[in-house]
Structures are given as structure tokens and as C-alpha cells.
């Protein structure tokens, strides 16, 4: 293909040599085409910090412990995490879900309306389980949600 | 007897290449369109699944100046380095394959603090993230920077925790966190 005319050659003839734009387009075109990737649909969870607590150490210690609490340890044997709510072992998502939802349905009946979820993990808890517990908050309208920290780092 | 000749065939047959050209230029449109250049503020992981996650919104905001995404991810095999436990999909539970990278630079929990602080803003700065005025609930400057973290659904809890801590005590309270919203499933 060494020139293409564009439109009669009798009309117009002379040949415009497209076969080196036609060249790069390809080459355009591969680069995006291999570069092309779908975009996975993101969202973000707003986890605004307190501005009166949080890394100042511990709060009032004689108020009385009002929470909804998600204690998560990584098992190095098994490989996995154990969730505990309360003193119990919870296995599945369904399970825990619910137990969220009567305590936040007791602390509804009392009149508590911001009780928080707090999500006590150990450091080597893959975050997706964090994530999953959050979740199950929100799908029961929980929206105080709080992480627990350790001590700052200068007293550790 | 007069001789039968055959139709005459023209020899300069040329193929006509505009039609290919034109979806040349559509596809090449379209390729360019979605590429999607701010891919470098984030990092190549997986994000955890979350149905309640809120989508982000497309228009730009005044926040958007000061807005930065923080990534935490585990390091990509090189010469140097390789995980034969992150190369099986598995949970890598070693703390030093993690990394946080901001704006394609690397850094460890020791180095970070000093990017986050800085990313907070100076005070007697004109042009810095910090607040003009003092919060009368923190009774300090607060920054006015968002920090919005993007962990990786393996990287382990204690990399986010440290980066919330560190955003705490460089005064930026905007933090939000990151996931992934499942695909909606087709009933049938």
C-alpha cells in the first residue's frame, strides 16, 4: 500500500501517503489497548478522627463502658482470624451481623442511640476483616464506628 | 473470423483504506477517553469488598488541593526481593513486605511520619494544609488535608492503625478509608 488517493483520482490526483499515519495509529492503538483497564468501582468509608480523643491515652475511666465491641486476633497456626463478640467465638458474617443487631436493637430500647461499634484488632489482622466487620455496622445503620489503638508511640 | 477478446482488467487495483482508517480513529478515541491517567496517585492492590462502601463522586471539589491518597501495599517481586507466600495469593503476615506508597513513593511505618506531617501542613505557612484558625474542640490548628487510605485486603491491620495514629497526632482528623463495592449480582 504505498498511497492512498483520497476520493477520484480524477478529481484530485494527488495521492496523500497515508500508510505511515496508518502506521502510528496502530501502534497508538496498541499501546492504549494494552494499557486499557477496566476501573474497579471504588468507594470510601468516612472515618473522620476525634478531635478530643483518640491518641491522648484513655479516656474517663469511671463512665460506664457503653459499646458494641469486635475483638479480632490473627491465629498463626490456622492462618485466619478469630472474632470474638463478647466472650463468644463468632464464625460467620450472618452470626455476627446479628449479634450487632440485638445489641444495638437493647441499646435502642434504653435509649442509646450512639452507641459505638468499636473494632479491637491485633496488628496482623488482614485488613479485609476489619473492613468486613465496618460493614456489617453500616448495613445495621451503625454509623459511630471507632477503632481501638494502642498507647502512642512515645510511651510504648 | 474475428478474434473474442476478454474484458480488459484495470492493473492498479488499490484497496481502499479510509472505512479502516476512520474506525482506526474511533478506536483510538476511545482508548485514549478511558485511559485513565491519575492512576498514579493509586497503587495496583486489591481492595476488600464492602456493599455499604458510598461511591465517590465524580466532580471536583475545593477539598480536592488538599487531598492525598495513601496506599498500603505489599512490595512487588524484583531481583531482590520475592514472597513465595504473596506469589501464592496467601496471606503474607511479614511486616516488612508491606509498604505505603504515596504518589508512587515508597515508605516504611518509621518513614512515613515525617511525610504525614509534612503533608499536614506547617504552621506560619501561607500556602500550608493547616487550618487558619485554632479548633476550639482540639484547641490546636487542625489540618485541612483528607487523607484517604487505600489498603490492600491482605495488608495487615497494624499499617492502618499506625497511619490513623500518625494522622492523629499530625492533627489531620479528615481520614477516610477505602474499599471495593461488589459487583451487582443479576437476578435471575
New interface residues.
Partial sequence: ?AG?S?GESDENPVAIN?TA??DI??C??VF??C???F??????????????K??GGVGDTTALIQEIRVA?F?D?AG?KTIRRFLSREVTSDVELQQFIHDQHADNLRLGKTDVPVIVD????????????V??LA??EGIANIE?A??L??QAK | MARKHGPTVKEDV?????P??DI??L??LF??L???MS?RELAELV??????????KKEKSDDDEFRTTVN?CHRSDSATFNCPVNAKN??C?Q?DHWQIVIRSEEFDLETVKEQIETLAGRDGDPDSAREPDI?P??RRK?SRRKI?I?????????H??QL??L???AG??????????P?IEKKV
Fill in positions: 500500500m492512498v483520497v497515508v499515519m496508518v495509529i496502530f497508538l492503538c492504549y489497548m494499557s486499557f483497564k476501573k474497579q468501582l471504588e468507594g470510601k468509608f468516612d472515618s473522620w478522627l476525634p478531635k478530643d483518640g491518641t479480632l490473627w498463626d492462618q484488632a491485633e496488628a496482623r489482622v488482614p485488613w479485609t476483616e476489619v473492613i468486613t465496618i460493614n453500616k448495613r477503632f489503638l494502642g502512642p508511640l | 488499490t484497496a481502499n483504506l479510509i479502516m482508517i482506526m480513529f478506536l483510538l482508548f485514549m478511558g485511559a485513565d492512576q481492595l476488600p469488598m464492602a456493599d455499604t462502601v458510598v461511591e465517590e498500603v496467601l496471606v503476615r511486616m479548633d474542640i482540639a487542625m484517604s487505600r489498603a490492600d485486603k491482605f495488608a495487615p491491620y497494624g492502618v492503625q490513623i495514629t494522622c492523629g497526632l489531620i482528623y479528615k481520614v477516610e478509608v477505602g474499599a471495593a463495592k459487583p
